[in-house]
């Protein structure tokens, strides 16, 4: 999986103390600062080359393949194997070992294309100018568009077989035993699955399909890398901002600095907008394009049919933190006061209204406070994840070119990868411990399942990686009792802060995405500036009145990547609101709560996302969870309030 993210949260807020969670969204809402270089001063001078970073901290993708000449032989035997799966066509409804002679022969061979694609990703993200790399990503993604080409006619072909004589074939082939889900969400499909020739011909405009999100991305990593202006830092320096740098600076304890920042990056994607906006109406009408041509009333309703989530639990996320946004209208005033600011703009959500209490947090002891976080889980998580960390799991900083943000990827086969811009602050520690979430979902499903259900859902990836950082502040919060009023502000703020970039900050997203799809499936056209008056319009009703919004904020849409996802990001409230739950549960101790997420982890892609939350003990399609996350942020509104009125 890739390109991953969230949020979670618990009970010791609700006592006044808390814990929490931060949120990393890739690109798209804070970028951490990560190793570059830096003068005497401590002013950021440039990042540093790939070759000047020593090999212990860069991830092991030799693990992959030895070298490129390995990975062009393994590429040229694929491209001569794909030939091998149309062999299989009008041969699957004849018996239960032909079925299941297919599915062994094209998941190994699937394995193998996915293996290849990471590899040439990764390197291809190590520095994204590299042109070699790049175009071996590209010839990776061709390979996994001939590759659906190739097997085009299955989703028809199985849809002719009915249900009993499908059951039929699992009861007589126990190679098919692993395929029970697959088969049974097959079936769910088959009123939008289409003719071969039809299944084929989309198959093979996936690319095409595609091309808006890759053209955009590219824009923003590649391209637009020089077009950042600089800005003079707190010392009087003058400091080329980059997407990884751009965390520090809206941090700043100077209004001038962050504020400059903010409009820096901002006016920057800007001068991008109208094409960025061309790319996202792309996106938007390959999405429509899809949903009507496989018979879905909109694209919302076939982008949660296919972890078969019900539509309403998205727009019940939209409701329920609509009728519980009273609480982020007060926080929005109380930082204005807090700050003594005469107005409150957009660049001023983003510092602590108190100093950090641990400081400067170097790499070693990011991974030693995740360890030690993640003990609730037991040894042998603990074990399983120190080994990984130290055996080339991770790509830790920053360099010339390399792609920003943070992710996982990993699949049956390999080591699961983690990508971060490391800086030496706590924000990089809960990026850690977010991506090594994903990455021990990675672990975990690829021991117990077959390649077929290795492939699990965003809705409870999510929940993995935002569990492990909220164990982590978890285990940060229980540090800090007893400490000066200071240090409890600073946690309290963390914990609003953090959860205003999930529970609201990407609800508000989820509503701008929403509100973009039934634009164009109105008939309406996508600009820049409709997209820009959605968003002015969306700040006032998340942020409230207290909010100044200058020209170049509502321009912030333009560098979100996951608006080309399909609805995405929802996700990220819905996944806070579950970890917080389980998170809760787990520290409190409850019988049991330990074993139900570790088999959530090991679960993989076997059953559809909403079961697995239940079975884990949390119901998505209530409102209460989201309400309860709610019910935590007013309560720690309402403690910081006490705490600052206090001072």
Known sequence: ???????????????????????????????????????????????????????????????LFPN?????????????????????????AKSASNLADYFERRDALLQQVELLGMYASLRSDEDTRVGHYLDMDTRGEKLSSSCSESISWEGPEIAEIDRATLEQFIEQEPRLQTYRHYLDNKVRWRPHI?????????????????????????????????????????????????????????????????????????????????TLAAALAGAVE??????????????????????????????????????????????????????????????????????????????????????DAVSYLGDDFVAELKSGLAAGWVDVFENEGKRPGAYSHGTKGSMPYILMNYGRNINGAFTLAHEAGHSMHTTYTSRKQDYVNCNYSIFVAEVASTALEALLQHKISSESEGQDKDAQIYMLDRFIRDMMGTMIRQTMFAEFELAMHETAESGQSITAESLDAIYADLLKKYYGNDLVIDEHTVHEWARIPHFFYNFYVYQYATSYAASFAIAERIVEGVPGAEDRFLELLADGGSNYPIEQLKAAGVDMTTPEPVEAAMRAFDQAVTRLESLIDAS
């Open 286 to 371: 390959s999405h429509i394009f899809l949903s009507r041509a496989r018979g879905f009333d909109s694209s919302l309703d076939r982008a949660l049919f296919a972890g078969n989530v019900p539509t309403e639990v998205y727009r019940n996320l939209l409701a329920t933190v609509k009728e519980n946004i009273g609480p982020v209208h007060r926080y929005v005033s109380l930082r204005k006061r807090a700050l003594g600011l005469d107005e409150l703009h957009y660049y001023d959500l983003y510092p602590s209204l108190a100093e950090n209490p641990r400081g400067d947090v170097p790499w070693e002891d990011a991974v030693s406070m995740v360890l």
């Open 68 to 92: 490129d000449d390995a990975w062009e032989d393994e590429y040229e035997r694929l491209q001569e194997a794909l030939e091998e799966l149309p062999e299989f066509e009008g041969t699957l």
């Open 1 to 63: 999986m890739k390109e991953k993210v969230t949020s979670g949260h618990w009970k010791r807020i609700r006592a006044g103390l808390l814990s929490l969670i931060l949120i990393v969204a890739i690109a798209a809402v804070a970028l951490p600062l990560s190793g570059s270089a830096e003068d005497e001063a401590g002013a950021i001078v440039a990042a540093v080359s790939r070759d000047e970073i020593p090999d212990k901290y860069k991830w092991n993708v030799a693990a």
């Open 194 to 274: 289409l003719s071969t020739e039809e299944e084929e011909l989309i198959a093979m405009a996936e690319r095409v399909l595609g091309s808006s999100a890759a053209i955009a991305g590219q824009l923003r990593n590649a391209d637009m890398g020089s077009d950042f202006p600089s800005i003079i830092d707190e010392a009087g320096i003058e400091v080329k901002l980059t997407p990884a740098r751009f965390e520090k600076y809206r941090t700043s304890k100077d209004p001038r600095v962050r504020r400059d920042a903010f409009a820096a990056v901002l006016t920057t994607y800007a001068g991008k907008s109208n």
